[in-house]
């Protein structure tokens, strides 16, 4: 794979074994996934429920480790200190403790990450004016709608300027007021020149922002390139199956 691959994912696979009381259970989530991600690109999975993209997330960010196969971020290899530290991920579902503000969060966080007290003031500046929250950035965030949150999860991924942003399904149970928000954000960061990949169910969210998409289902891979390629393709017939 060339340098500029952000991502470079070879035949990786994960199975799950549980125990039941009918005994032990394999739960086969990605089964031989190939795909590269290359710099400044936004990259888009897209598959329905329970097609193993969180499961592929989990694995490019070293939170799980593959049953098979290999993988790297950034030219390192997943799990690695290096390859942590310069991943931003905004997780499916983001847990901020209630008494933060949203400026106290990212605080939290910023020292999480060991970042000094300047600069996390001033990327809290820049990143709370980025995603809409300057003004309401000293109200608790109990009192913040879905897409709120999801915005100050985003300014969170952010804070310590990654080389690579992870999102999976942000606009996930949004209102489509909280929902365009959430993509108008994410655009910013395409025209930033950020990358980017996102884990998503809705075709229309990885058409409007995606520069190429893997669409995944049952752990594989049906298809992958750009989203109008695709269309000629008539892998578009694909994508609309795969999601029904
Ligand atoms: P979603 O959008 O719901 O997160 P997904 O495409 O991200 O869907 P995964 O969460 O990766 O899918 O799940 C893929 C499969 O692996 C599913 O069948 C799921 O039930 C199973 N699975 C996920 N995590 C585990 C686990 N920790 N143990 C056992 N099975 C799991």
């Known amino acids: 794979a060339d340098s500029d691959s952000v991502v470079n994912v070879d035949d990786l696979k994960k199975t799950y074994h549980s125990y039941t009381w009918r005994g032990r259970k394999h739960v086969q989530a990605v089964r031989g996934v190939s795909l590269q991600a290359q710099r400044g690109e936004v990259f888009g999975l897209l598959g329905p429920n329970g097609a193993g993209k969180t499961t592929l997330i989990k694995m490019l960010l070293g939170v799980i480790r593959p049953s098979a196969g290999r993988a790297t971020v950034l030219g390192q ?42 600069s996390i003031a001033r990327r809290s500046d820049e990143l709370l004016e980025l995603v809409g929250l300057r ?19 985003l300014a969170q991924a952010l804070l310590h300027n990654p080389d690579l942003l992870v999102l999976d399904e942000p606009t996930d149970g949004l209102d489509p007021v909280g929902r365009n928000e959430v993509r108008r954000v994410i655009e910013r960061l395409r025209d930033a020149g950020k990358t980017i990949f996102l884990n998503s169910h809705i075709l229309q969210e990885v058409e409007l922002v995606c520069s190429r998409v893997a669409i995944m289902a049952a752990g594989q891979l049906k298809a992958i ?4 390629q695709l269309a000629d393709q008539g892998q578009h017939r694909v994508t609309i199956d795969v999601l029904q």
């Open 77 to 118: 290899s997943i799990g690695s200190p290096v390859a942590r530290s310069r991943v931003g991920y905004l997780p499916e579902s983001l847990r901020v403790d209630r008494h933060h503000t949203a400026r106290s969060a990212l605080r939290y966080y910023g020292r999480l990450s060991r970042m000094d007290a300047q």
């Open 135 to 153: 003004g309401r950035d000293r109200e608790p965030v109990v009192r913040f709608s879905k897409g709120m949150y999801q915005r100050l999860g």
């Open 225 to 228: 390139g750009a989203i109008d």
